[in-house]
T-cell receptor, first 114, second 112 residues
Framework: GAGVSQSPRYKVAKRGQDVALRCDPISGHVSLFWYQQALGQGPEFLTYFQNEAQLDKSGLPSDRFFAERPEGSVSTLKIQRTQQEDSAVYLC????????????FGPGTRLTVL | QQQVKQSPQSLIVQKGGIPIINCAYENTAFDYFPWYQQFPGKGPALLIAIRPDVSEKKEGRFTISFNKSAKQFSLHIMDSQPGDSATYFCAATNSGYSTLTFGKGTMLLVSP
């Protein structure tokens, strides 16, 4: 079956622009996660949804970052007024159930802010 | 605050060798420890995982060893192949919570 898909795969933004990154999780997966992966580093947690409810957003680095999953399926991560330090790969993962279940990752969106 | 420390940062072995990657954690609430494999341009993929009620788990050529008292766990790759060349991440979570805490990764190169 289809895995987690993300779009766009690559995004170049000028500093100050707003960007929106999309994640399509595996159908039927309850939980959805966003992670940020800087070059040469491990993924770092940003936010977590269980269905449409955002249960944890403690990893979002600033109020410029906003995520939503309005119908409990597709999710969008939005970054307002992008800064150079936002340049990273943004990974989305989904899992079937909540709590301790295997997380399946998408290929990521590589964001470069000039 | 780095809750999962991974070493080495990079590793080169010859084909057939047994690379070993080590991780240490601090949070005693962690109870699920997966390893992920990541190829360039791809997302991480689950390789093998262990819970602290066992000291070792094998799946094919991959083995996790777990030392609960030392709060350490390691990945061994038996009979390594050039196709195993990738970046490996250890991770940890409290299964009642879900989010993963990753190590910084180990870049493995298996030479032919």
């Amino acid at each position: 079956g289809a895995g987690v898909s993300q779009s766009p795969r690559y995004k170049v933004a000028k500093r100050g622009q707003d960007v929106a990154l999309r994640c399509d999780p595996i159908s039927g997966h309850v939980s959805l996660f966003w992670y940020q992966q800087a070059l040469g580093q491990g993924p770092e947690f940003l936010t977590y949804f269980q269905n449409e409810a955002q249960l944890d957003k403690s990893g979002l680095p600033s109020d410029r970052f906003f995520a939503e999953r309005p119908e409990g399926s597709v999710s969008t991560l939005k970054i307002q007024r992008t800064q150079q330090e936002d340049s990273a790969v943004y990974l989305c993962a989904s899992s079937l159930r909540r709590g301790g279940d295997t997380q399946y990752f998408g290929p990521g969106t590589r964001l470069t802010v000039l | 605050q780095q809750q999962v420390k991974q070493s080495p940062q990079s590793l080169i072995v010859q084909k057939g060798g047994i690379p070993i990657i080590n991780c240490a954690y601090e949070n005693t609430a962690f109870d699920y420890f997966p390893w992920y494999q990541q190829f360039p341009g791809k997302g991480p993929a689950l390789l093998i995982a262990i819970r602290p009620d066992v000291s070792e788990k094998k799946e094919g050529r991959f083995t996790i060893s777990f030392n609960k008292s030392a709060k350490q766990f390691s990945l061994h790759i038996m009979d390594s192949q050039p196709g195993d060349s990738a970046t490996y991440f250890c991770a940890a979570t409290n299964s009642g919570y879900s989010t993963l805490t990753f190590g910084k990764g180990t870049m493995l190169l298996v030479s032919p």
